[in-house]
């Protein structure tokens, strides 16, 4: 019930995995379609090294049947714009080529894409799927796009995975916090889902240390306290989370805009 294999998008490592049937949803525990891991070995340096991986999402994403060739789309960025770690989707959306109020504008056709951080309940009262359930309504997007900052079960993923999935997402269910989910039972239309892990729990990092010190066999609750959760985020957040949304921003405009490599979407954005 499970395919996978190792392939590569513009020089990276690539990890396809597609759960085909009811077997392998109880196998893997995650509902039946495709998953993507693209691998960055180093955090991107330089324009240059940015627009590299940038054509990387771009390929990743132009492989997934579930994204129209043709249509509007919706890019939500989820998350707090406040909160560094957590502010990975909303400062893509900033970087990402919208050009839905240029419908009639230009005389090359665009495809109609539109962008919006969705903010957090705590800052606007409203679940990000209630507000984008009310925007797929009033913009009637073929697929939507959603970039979500994510938790990591390794400590070497922070910051350095990217990824990809057309099953959707449930904003906040890996800091145990998850709210409505996002995807084409809730909203009727594709929703695929984009994501880099920018923080890691305590207790997953301790459990790392001691298997990469030969001390294994723990259990894992040891390190949990109930109501006292810690996640553990880079000391170069700042920098890391800047970098990634600029190639996550120029990949899901590259692949949109097919007729735009990463370069030309650069020119528009920066």
């Not at 904003?171 to 709210?179: F, H, I, Q, T």
Request: aromatic residues 2%; hydrophobic residues 45%.
């Amino acid at each position: 019930g499970v395919r996978a294999r190792e392939e590569e998008a513009a020089g990276y490592p690539l990890t396809r995995v597609e759960i085909l049937d009811g077997e392998g949803e109880k196998a893997l525990g995650k509902p039946r379609g495709t998953y993507l891991t693209l691998t960055l070995p180093d955090l991107p340096q330089g324009r240059q090294e940015i627009l590299q991986a940038a054509q990387g999402v771009a390929e990743v994403l132009g492989s997934l049947p579930a994204l129209p060739q043709e249509g509007p789309v919706l890019v939500a960025g989820l998350g707090n714009r406040r909160v560094t770690p957590d502010a990975l989707g909303p400062r893509t959306t900033d970087l990402v080529l919208v050009t839905r109020h240029l419908q009639g504008v230009l005389p090359d056709p665009l495809r109609p894409v539109s962008a919006l951080a969705a903010g957090v309940t705590g800052s606007t009262g409203m679940e990000s799927g209630e507000l984008l359930r009310a925007v797929v309504e009033a913009v009637s997007p073929v697929c939507l796009i959603a970039v979500d900052a994510l938790a990591a079960r390794r400590q070497e993923r922070v910051c350095r995975t990217i990824q990809v999935c057309d099953t959707g997402i449930v904003p906040g269910s890996g800091v145990g916090n998850a709210r409505m989910a996002l995807n084409r039972e809730s909203l009727g239309i594709p929703v695929i889902a984009v994501g880099v892990p920018t923080v890691v729990e305590a207790a997953t990092l301790c459990l790392d240390l001691l298997e990469e010190a030969g001390q294994e066999g723990f259990d894992p609750s040891l390190f949990r306290r109930e109501g006292a959760e810690w996640f553990v985020t880079p000391r170069s957040i700042d920098h890391e989370v800047d970098a990634l949304s600029q190639v996550l921003g120029l990949g899901i405009s590259a692949a949109l805009h097919v007729d735009f490599s990463v370069e030309d979407v650069e020119n528009f954005l920066m």
